[in-house]
């Protein structure tokens, strides 16, 4: 069972940030937020994954709230290729395997 | 280069027959695993494998065994094709079994 409520879909301008919530209410203190993205007929890519603090990498920055019940993935400059099925996992440290919801469905327009 | 590969990328088949999926790791990591996704598009994990050794087995029919020749590699071989076998195939690997996992292009299988 997923433990996190992303939006079913999203819109995003081509070239402005994409901000991505997620909440995860039931978060336990050991667990992860994790962030993979689907790209149309590829395999999940990892984005970025964070415990408590804010994460930035190459790709996004995470932005995890101070109680952490929610999330915030940001695409600071949206484009094309980012159009994707964008997923957020609770996943405890110590577990093996990550629970894919059904995601956010971003679509990223010219 | 690329880190996590399948073959093949498509596999069309007949209902009964016996097939396998191929996947190779070059990232040096110990695990492995295999996620299913289907047509409604949710992914679940069938297998993992740490060390050459199945450590997981998501209550998968018997009619799957995954094979690990080495630590680079996971082979899905599939007995007695259903037509709910249809689906997705992604292999996955990570450096520990509680670490990032990166992910194959995934193969799709299709049973007729």
């Known amino acids: 069972d997923a433990k996190t409520t992303q939006p079913p879909s999203m819109d995003c301008a081509e070239g402005r940030a994409a901000n991505l919530p997620c909440n995860h209410s039931?978060?336990?203190?050991?667990?992860?937020v994790y962030w993979y993205r689907q790209i149309h007929s590829q395999g999940p890519q990892y984005i970025i994954h964070g415990l408590k603090n804010n994460e930035t990498n190459e790709m996004a920055s995470l932005i995890i709230t101070e109680d952490r019940k929610s999330s915030t993935l940001i695409l600071p400059h949206a484009t094309l290729r980012d159009t994707a099925v964008y997923y957020c996992?609770?996943?405890?440290?110590?577990?093996?395997?990550?629970?894919f919801g059904a995601g956010t469905t971003v679509t990223v327009r010219a | 280069d690329t880190a996590v590969s399948q073959t093949p990328k498509y596999l069309v088949t007949q209902m009964g027959n016996d097939k396998s999926i191929k996947c190779e790791q070059n990232?040096?990591?110990?695990?492995m695993y295999w996620y299913k996704q289907d047509s409604k598009k949710f992914l679940k994990i069938m297998f993992s494998?740490?060390?050459?050794?199945?450590?997981i087995n998501e209550t998968v029919p018997n009619r799957f065994s995954p094979k690990s020749p080495d630590k680079a590699h996971l082979n899905l071989h599939i007995n007695s094709l259903e037509l709910g076998d249809s689906a997705v195939y992604f292999c996955?690997?990570?450096?520990?079994?509680?670490?990032?996992?990166?992910f194959g292009p995934g193969t799709r299988l299709t049973v007729l």
């Open positions: 996992i609770v996943r405890v440290a110590y577990d093996y395997k990550l629970s």
């Open positions: 494998y740490n060390n050459k050794e199945l450590i």
């Open positions: 990232l040096g990591h110990d695990t």
């Open positions: 996955a690997s990570s450096r520990t079994d509680t670490d990032t996992q990166y």
């Open positions: 039931t978060i336990s203190g050991n667990e992860y």
